[in-house]
Every structure is written in C-alpha cells, then in structure tokens.
C-alpha cells in the first residue's frame, strides 16, 4: 500500500495531472484560431472571385448582394482577433471555442446561402466552378480546423447542405444525383476530419503525459540530489566533528607516550596510540576520497623503474601477510613505466592491501609483464574471489563483499574506491577477473618508459622523520574546541615551543597585539579551518598572518571532507594538516613552516 507521501513514479502508466484534459483544450484552440487568420483571408478571395465570375456572365445584382452580405460577415473578425489580446486565453479555451464555433457557423451558412442565389439553370460552367468552390472549402476547411470538434460541424455542413439542397431543389434528375454526392461527400469529409481530430487530440495528450512523466522525473532526481547533498554535508559534518576530539586524543597521547617513556607504563600508551591511529587512518580514508574529488590531488608522472615501486610496497605489506601466515612475492622486473610513483604505489598498495584482507591461505603474487607500449601491473591472490554479480559494485564506497557485518577489521569499504579514483587521475586502466572460491586477479595498465631510470624517490607509510629541525620558538593556535587547543599547548610545550592556544579572531589579534608591544612577536600561526559560530578560519588566518611587519606563517589546521572547501584550502597555498594527525605529524608540519 502507498501513501500520499510516497515519492514514486508508475512509469508504465503516467498518472493523470489535475488540469490535463484543460491544457489539451487550450492547445487544440490555441490551434485552431492560428489557422484562422489566413482561412479568413482566403476565404473572402475566393468570394470576390466567385462573384466576379458571375457578375461579369449572369449581371445579377443577386449576386452583389450576396457578396455584400459576406463582406459584412468579414466585419465579425475582430471577434475573433480578440483572442490573441486576451491574456487568460488558455484558462478561457471553452469560451473561444464556442466563439470559434459560431463565427464560423455565420460564416459557412453565408455559404449555403450562395447555391440558392448564384446556381444558374443553364451555364454548367459556373455552376461547376461554385460546386468546386463549395467542395474545396469544406474540405481543406474541415481539416484546418479539425482540432476543435464542434467547429468541424460548423464549417461544412451548412455549406455542403446549403449547396445539396439547391441542387435538389432547382435541378432535374442529374443535378439530384449530384445533390446526393454531395451528402455522401459530406458524410466521408466528416469522417476523415473527426479522425484528423482524434488524432491531435492522442498526439496532445501523450504530449501533456510525457511533459507530466519528464516533470514527476526531474522532481526525483532533484529530491535525489538534495539527498545526495545532505548525506554528504551529514557526513562531512559528522567526519569533522568526530576528528576534533580524536585529534585531541591523538596529542594528548603523543605527550604521554614522551613523559611516560621507560616507565611500566608506556605499553599501555602504546597500545592506546595504535588504537587512535587505526581510528585516524579510517578517517583518513574517508578524506583521501573526497580530496580526489576535490581535484586537490595533482599528478606528476615521471618514469622510474618497477623494481623501485616493488620494493616499496614489499617493505610496506611483507609483514603484514606474514602476520595472516600469507606468501607475498613481488617479481623483479627489469621495465620501467611512466606514472606519479606516489599515486601508484597508493593505488596498488590499496589493491595489496584489499588481497591480503581476502585471503585466507596461500599468498599474494605481484608481477609486470611487457605488453606493447603499456606495462601490465598484475596482482593475483587465491582469496576468496569475488561473485560476479558483485562486481559491477566492487568500486563503489563502502561496499564489501562477504562481509554483511560491517567487520572492522576489513575496512570500511573504501579500498577499492580509491583506486578507482587514482586510476581515472593517473590515466591508468584497471581490469579485474575473478573465479569465486579460487582468487581474483586485478590488472593496472600503465604506460612503459625507456629502461635504465633512475629510482624515483618513494616513501613508505612506514617511514617517520628521523628529527625534526628548527621549530618555531613562539606559536599562537587559534581553535574554537578547548580539548584541541590544550592537546596543542601540552605537545608544544613538552617539546620547548612557547605555546598560547586562543578561541577567537579578536582574542588572536590581541595577543598578537601584545607580543609585539612586548618585543617577542610570534613565529607561526595555528588556525582550525571551521571555527565558532560559522566563521571561517582560512579568512580568518588570512587576516591575522598581515598584521605585523613580517608575514606570520600559518599552519591550516583542518578535518574538513567537503570537496568543495578542500579545494578552497588547496588555492589558498597555506600549508595544511589534516586532523586527526599524530603529534611527529603536527611537530613535523610546524619545523616545515621554518624550512
């Protein structure tokens, strides 16, 4: 059962829109009085014409009169004109067309008129010239006028009976024959005409369904839109405010890992920091994927060598199927390939990644083959495959296979996401076959380089800065949460940097305001990218970083996961940390600052 606020379409058969029938009516009006201006004209030639003839053969002054009497019907055209003046014409279609109806009711009776005054007894040729004239105007008439009805009756049959009653009444045997062609014609001319009628009347009204079928449409695809549109907003606000307090937790914990260090104690604290990371890097996945959106990920191809890309990943993903007791092999390969060595090895490192989650026994096999002038980058494992109704999905966000209980140890969902993202950046072409219960293999197509490169500098995930240089000696943070601002403070400070965390843009300028009254101004600027009451942070560090004599560098702190303000923080060229980081992260971006 439905109700009144389903939001559904029937589109085998389109439900009938109040007004329908009425806008039907409208047009075959609107139709017919199109028509009429230049019938009207054609009509009182014709009638000139006809008299003409007669006059200059017969000199009956019936005949002026009879012309006399249509010129005076052709006096009624404003009544018809006035259809074009009047601004609610379509709401009144039933009023014009009884008008229509009866003009050229006058009209046409005029017309009956003219057998019984013009039909000579004994000139054949004018009496064959007005049967022409009669016909023809039925004829052509009733078709031109055949989207209204009514008006096809009251266009020909007063005429035609007007002109077989003459006949029938004046004439011998042979002119009652033609009196009763006349009728038969009549009957046949209606016939075709109120089948011209029902057929603009079919063609207006699966018009007017198909108009109301492209209307229910375009409403569901907006609504599907505006529900596109807030699920994302819903997501991109829930990411945000979920990253603020795991990124208060993720520094909180970088300072107890430092001051509990070599105490009983700092298992726990590292047990607690790979918690907050696993949490991070599944944010971090999330953002990954709107950044690709964005557009605000550029890439750089270069060539290098397979083998260096190979290493790479092997460093990054040996060890973990080692844990899950699987083989991993990467070939050596002598190719070298044109691509952004970063962008790839995240995107291959992805499909690594989905393999090994998979796979239950045997092991993962990765190697490059020379086909043309592409490189075929091919990964095989002998997990559990993928069906084949499945994989027109398997590039969808948050779509696993096996896995209907949101398990989170194998991801969220987004591995593959990504990769075809990357894929579509990069100008690489994926192609995937798999056997269900056997393994699955997935192929990259890239372009092949000339040999010998030199490796291109790649680093692992693994990787950590070994010391960070310089860092700034004195840092204001603006940022409207309290537990973020503390995190920051309680970090810098364990680390010897002079740290005030501040809530608002007023109370920013006045501490920067006292710092440089005091001589001891500061070095860098902290700024969170959403900040109280709607105000935006990036405006907002713009502002602050020109008010001393020397630009305050800025870091731009942000959990933001709209496409759309990832690509303003992309064009504003400020150097950007995407929450939740890692304290070596945050220190890491700040000595980056001063570099």
């Given at each position: ?7 559904s379409?029937d ?68 009544v018809?004109a ?6 609610r014409?379509a709401?009144r ?10 003009e ?11 057998p ?26 009733m078709?031109?006028?055949?989207s ?28 009652v ?29 699966e018009?007017y ?21 807030e ?18 937790i ?10 509990l260090?070599?105490?009983s ?17 599944s944010l971090?996945t999330?953002?990954?994927v ?5 557009g ?5 191809p ?22 899950k ?6 070939r ?20 690594i ?7 239950n ?45 949101r398990?989170r140890t ?19 072409c ?10 699955t ?12 490169v ?8 693994d990787?950590?800065?070994t010391?960070l ?5 004195r ?7 309290a ?12 680390h ?7 809530r ?25 990218f959403?900040?109280?009451d ?11 970083r ?9 870091l ?10 990832l690509?303003?923080v992309h064009?504003?060229?400020?150097s ?5 980081a ?10 980056g600052?001063?570099a």
């Amino acid at each position: 059962m439905t109700t009144p606020n389903d939001a559904s379409i029937d589109l085998a058969r389109p439900s009938a829109r109040p007004g329908r029938d009425s806008r039907v009516e409208a047009a075959q009006v609107a139709t017919l009085y199109r028509t009429l201006p230049g019938a009207t004209l054609t009509g009182t030639l014709l009638a000139v014409i006809v008299a003409g003839c007669y006059y200059v053969y017969l000199g009956s002054h019936a005949i002026l009169l009879w012309l006399a009497l249509h010129l005076a019907g052709k006096l009624r055209y404003p009544v018809i004109a006035a259809y074009f003046k009047d601004p609610r014409a379509a709401e009144r279609s039933g009023h014009w067309a009884r008008v229509a109806t009866r003009e050229l009711l006058l009209t046409s009776s005029i017309w009956g008129l003219a057998p019984w005054l013009l039909l000579p007894e004994s000139n054949e040729p004018l009496a064959a010239l007005l049967m022409l004239v009669l016909l023809s105007l039925a004829s052509a008439g009733m078709l031109s006028v055949a989207s209204v009805r009514s008006v096809i009756f009251a266009h020909a049959i007063p005429m035609i009976a007007g002109l077989a009653g003459a006949l029938a009444w004046n004439g011998s045997g042979l002119e009652v024959v033609l009196a009763g062609c006349c009728v038969l014609y009549l009957g046949v001319t209606l016939y075709f005409a109120l089948k011209q009628h029902d057929l603009i009347t079919s063609a207006l009204e699966e018009r007017y369904a198909k108009e109301d079928l492209a209307g229910q449409l375009a409403e569901q695809v907006a609504i599907a839109r505006r529900a596109s549109e807030e699920k994302s907003r819903f997501f991109a606000s829930a990411s945000h405010d979920l990253r603020q307090p795991l990124h208060a937790i993720a520094l909180f914990g970088a300072v107890l890992d430092k001051d509990l260090k070599g105490t009983s104690h700092h298992t726990n604290t590292g047990r607690l920091m790979r918690a907050v990371e696993a949490l991070g890097m599944s944010l971090d996945t999330m953002l990954d994927v709107s950044r690709l959106d964005a557009g605000v990920i550029a890439s750089e191809p270069q060539s290098f060598p397979v083998n260096s890309l190979f290493q790479s990943l092997y460093v990054v993903f040996s060890k973990r199927a080692e844990e899950k007791g699987l083989h991993l092999r990467l070939r050596a390969s002598p190719l070298s390939i044109r691509s952004d060595p970063d962008l790839l090895q995240r995107l291959l490192g992805n499909i690594i990644e989905n393999a090994i989650k998979y796979t239950n026994a045997g092991g993962i096999f990765v190697v490059a083959r020379s086909r043309g002038p592409s490189v075929w980058i091919e990964c095989y494992d002998s997990g559990i495959g993928i069906p084949s109704e499945h994989l027109p999905r398997i590039f969808d966000e948050f779509y696993q296979v096996g896995n209907p209980a949101r398990d989170r140890t194998r991801g969220l969902g987004i591995g593959l996401a990504i990769v075809r993202r990357l894929a579509d950046l990069l100008g690489h072409c994926i192609e995937v076959t798999t056997e269900p219960g056997r393994g699955t293999r997935f192929r990259v197509i890239v372009p092949e380089s000339e040999p010998n490169v030199r490796p291109a500098p790649t680093r692992t995930v693994d990787e950590r800065p070994t010391q960070l240089v310089d860092l700034p000696r004195r840092v204001i943070v603006l940022d409207d949460e309290a537990a973020v601002g503390d995190a920051v403070v309680a970090l810098l400070q364990a680390h010897g940097v002079e740290t005030q965390a501040v809530r608002t843009e007023h109370d920013a300028n006045l501490a920067l305001d006292l710092a440089h009254q005091s001589g001891r101004p500061y070095d860098a600027l902290m700024c969170d990218f959403r900040l109280a009451d709607g105000l935006d942070g990036l405006d907002a560090a713009l502002r602050l970083r020109s008010r001393g004599p020397v630009p305050l560098p800025v870091l731009l702190v942000t959990g933001e996961t709209s496409p759309e303000r990832l690509q303003r923080v992309h064009e504003s060229g400020m150097s950007v940390l995407f929450k939740p980081a890692t304290g070596p992260a945050l220190l890491q971006a700040l000595a980056g600052l001063r570099a």
